[in-house]
């Protein structure tokens, strides 16, 4: 089945449009750490994980390598980056999340890939620790 990608569409990318590449955003997204990422994206309840959460949820990646996955998701804009305001940031909690954009999402949905449902139902069954579920509970910003 080949997939339906649309022409283009514009992302988000903070107040600068650029063109939304379907077929590039399929590629980087079909890798299969990133494909890891999103699913955990997808699956957390709130729908934007911190880069702590990612890191629980994928311990072989390591931090740095999450980050790194994530830079080359916004990039070509699958993910964007919510930063709480430094007025608002609280010491010692995460202070950027990560949720898929609204492209993204219709590209998915078009394509039956990363199914909310799914992955929400795989990622309640990870048992998590006191300090993952504090950070799940963490109001995002908007």
Excluded: C
């Excluded at 997939?3 to 980087?28: I, M, R, Y």
């Amino acid at each position: 089945m080949k997939p339906q990608v649309a022409e283009s569409d514009t992302a988000d990318t903070g107040g600068t449009p650029t063109e939304f590449e379907a077929w590039t955003a399929l590629q980087k997204a079909t890798d299969q750490a990133r494909a890891n990422l999103i699913a955990d994206i997808v699956g957390h309840p709130q729908g934007a994980p911190s880069v702590q959460e990612l890191d629980y949820m994928n311990p072989a990646l390591g931090e740095d390598a999450i980050r790194r996955h994530l830079s080359v998701l916004a990039d070509v804009g699958v993910i964007a980056e919510l930063v709480v305001a430094p007025g608002d940031r609280v010491r010692g909690y995460p202070y950027k999340f990560y949720q898929l954009t609204e492209q993204a999402r219709e590209l998915f949905d078009r394509n039956d890939l990363f199914p909310t449902d799914a992955w929400r139902r795989q990622y309640d069954r990870v048992e998590k620790t006191g300090e993952i579920a504090e950070l799940e509970a963490m109001p995002r910003p908007e």
